[in-house]
């Protein structure tokens, strides 16, 4: 089951339910946000209940998509591939001993990515910094979870990052990680329990990336969810430690993919993440 948010036949928000060339819009005095399917017992159960109250389809050509996000908070997860480690060492030399010893620890690299206002969905754009000489997309499995710290929906995530300002200084972290339109999320949500009989094995997850730059592709990457590092429960389990989320919560996982160090984003560049059985989150680099 795949669901989403978009704009509505009334010019509003809504959420339907998305089928293999239409929208199914869910009436809006039965349903105000995603969120309440997501943490309902059984949110499966609660779109079938939903579906006889619709208020109509929408084809899939006509659908204006919005970030499937309410209200939640969204964090990410650093360091949880081989490949995002060696090129964090990279980044700063100072930084190389901490950021190889975070890969070997127990705890895991968490850090906030961003409030719903800073979120873009997919057909929309994504912003570089404009103090920032090195941009570059950060492909990302992510989670959706329940106020009770339950992966209930998976997604893609774009965490997007200014390498050269947090290879300054690690403590800059934040600025290279968090301002408007940092973070990419959609096309929309699968509902997990429906998504790991399709996927049992993290073998079968395959996430690649393609960035086009005047019809042209400039970087293309792909890696397997096999390769992290960590499990996907204990990244929740540590992100939930002494917190709680009663919106729930979006969880990036990390990414196994990262251009070269000669590679920087630029505007009106488009970005194109894909996740088997999710499908692809599109955007367009902005900058300013």
Known sequence: MRLAKFIGTHGTPAIGLVRDNEVVQFSSHEISSLFDILNAENPAQMVESLLPKAEQTIPLDEVVWLPPIDQQEVWAAGVTYKRSQTARMEESEAAADCYDRVYQSDRPELFFKATPHRVTGTGQTLRIRKDSKWNVPEPEFALALNSRGQIVGLTIGNDMSSRDIEGENPLYLPQAKVYDQCCGLGPWVVLASEYWKDFPQLSDVQVR?????????????????????????????????????PRGAFLLTGTGIVPDNDF???????????????????????QG
Request: glycine share 10%; charged share 20%.
């Open 209 to 245: 990336l393609d960035i086009v730059r005047s019809g042209e592709s400039v970087f293309g990457g792909e890696t397997s969810l096999d390769q992290l590092a960590r499990s996907l429960e204990g990244l929740v389990e540590y992100l939930f430690r002494d917190q709680h989320f």
């Open 264 to 286: 920087t984003l630029q505007p009106q560049d488009i970005v194109n993440i894909t996740i088997s059985g999710i499908g692809t989150l599109t955007s367009e680099i902005i």
